[in-house]
Structure formats: structure tokens, C-alpha cells
């Protein structure tokens, strides 16, 4: 996973467990605007949540964050 994902994952989990407690949950789509401005990072984001981890659709941010510093 590129350093730019991965700092954009542990923000964006940081940031969500900081305002709605350790049990919330979201999908890879939660790191990305409303738009497709970047594909490339978009597919790397959803082969790392679907491909590499079988994760399920939503998932605990402090489970994300747990995988990402792991890596």
C-alpha cells in the first residue's frame, strides 16, 4: 500500500473513532470525495479491503487502523 493511502486511512479512522467512539464503523469508500477523482488509488484501496483482507463492507475503523499500522 502506497504512504499516501495509508496516511489517508489511519486520518480518516483517527478521525471517526475521535468523533463517534471505537465501534463505528465504515467501508473503504469512507477515504475518497464523492467523486472518482483518482481510480487508481480508489482500486488500490478497494483491492487492499477486498482482495488482501476479506473484509466485509463496513468494518470497525479501530479494526482498520489496527491492520494498516500492522503493515
Known amino acids: 500500500m502506497r504512504l499516501e493511502l495509508r496516511e489517508k486511512i489511519l486520518q480518516v479512522c483517527r478521525k471517526k473513532i475521535n468523533a463517534k467512539g471505537p465501534t463505528v464503523g465504515l467501508s473503504f469508500y469512507a477515504f475518497f470525495a464523492n467523486k472518482n477523482d483518482d481510480p487508481e488509488l480508489l482500486m488500490e484501496a478497494a483491492s487492499w479491503w477486498i482482495m ?20
Do not use: G, M
Not at 488482501?52 to 503493515?71: G, M, N, P, S
Open 52 to 71: 488482501t483482507h476479506h473484509l466485509d463492507h463496513f468494518e470497525k475503523a479501530d479494526k482498520i487502523q489496527k491492520l494498516v499500522e500492522a503493515e
